[in-house]
Every structure is written in structure tokens, then in C-alpha cells.
């Protein structure tokens, strides 16, 4: 699976085609997401959305890292910025949400 594969799945994420579930936040700034029936461990960083670690599609096939280095890009590193805007958005805790909001006001 290349990285244009999975990069169409985060973009029609942040599009709103198909929704992005948080499945699970790991320590060391690790999401699991599912994205229309996939499934994708992504990275974050203090700049935001970082990097896709490992996708499994629907059918179970999978790509991670390793694969997609040799090929040259990371599924995020496609991404236009509006689109990694609108994933970060998606990926943000709730909290930090409401705390940015009533810093605001």
C-alpha cells in the first residue's frame, strides 16, 4: 500500500467525507484513528500533526514506516496545510478545545 493511499484517506477525513473516530490516545503523543473502516497510528509533535506510523486497510493489508520511507514520503507529509489544519482540529483533545475558547473570551 503507498502513501497516496492513505494520504486520500486522511484528506477525505479532514474534508468531512468519512468521519475520523479517535479510537485511542498511547503515551509518547500516539492516536489511533479509524478513517471509513481503517485503521492509522499517527504521530503528533509539538507543531501538530507529525506523521503516519502504521495504517491497516479494511481488507488487512498493511504499510507502515519502513514502506513508506523507501518511496520518500509520509502519507502526512502530502497534505496540504489546510488539510493538516483540519486534522489537527479533529485530533485535539475536547478539553483543549474548551480552554482555548474561554481564553478568548
Same mark, same amino acid.
Not at 17 to 43: K, N
Not at 51 to 71: K, N, S, V
Given at each position: 500500500?503507498?502513501?497516496?493511499?492513505?494520504?486520500?484517506?486522511l484528506?477525505?477525513?479532514a474534508l468531512?467525507?468519512?468521519?475520523?473516530? %479517535?479510537?485511542?490516545?498511547h503515551?509518547h503523543?500516539?492516536?489511533d484513528?479509524i %478513517?471509513?473502516g481503517?485503521?492509522?497510528? &499517527?504521530?503528533l509533535d509539538s507543531?501538530g500533526?507529525?506523521?503516519c506510523?502504521?495504517?491497516?486497510?479494511?481488507?488487512?493489508a498493511?504499510?507502515g &514506516?519502513?514502506a513508506w520511507?523507501?518511496?520518500?514520503?509520509?502519507p502526512?507529509? &502530502?497534505l496540504?496545510q489546510w488539510?493538516?489544519?483540519?486534522?489537527e482540529? &479533529?485530533?485535539?483533545p475536547c478539553? @483543549?478545545?474548551? @480552554?482555548t475558547?474561554?481564553?478568548?473570551?
Amino acid at each position: 500500500m503507498n502513501s497516496r493511499v492513505v494520504y486520500q484517506r486522511l484528506r477525505d477525513a479532514a474534508l468531512g467525507v468519512h468521519t475520523l473516530s %479517535i479510537a485511542q490516545r498511547h503515551d509518547h503523543a500516539l492516536v489511533d484513528v479509524i %478513517i471509513d473502516g481503517w485503521q492509522l497510528t &499517527l504521530a503528533l509533535d509539538s507543531e501538530g500533526l507529525a506523521q503516519c506510523i502504521h495504517c491497516t486497510a479494511p481488507c488487512g493489508a498493511q504499510a507502515g &514506516l519502513d514502506a513508506w520511507q523507501r518511496y520518500g514520503s509520509n502519507p502526512c507529509d &502530502l497534505l496540504s496545510q489546510w488539510e493538516r489544519t483540519q486534522l489537527e482540529r &479533529l485530533l485535539a483533545p475536547c478539553c @483543549s478545545a474548551a @480552554s482555548t475558547k474561554s481564553r478568548r473570551s
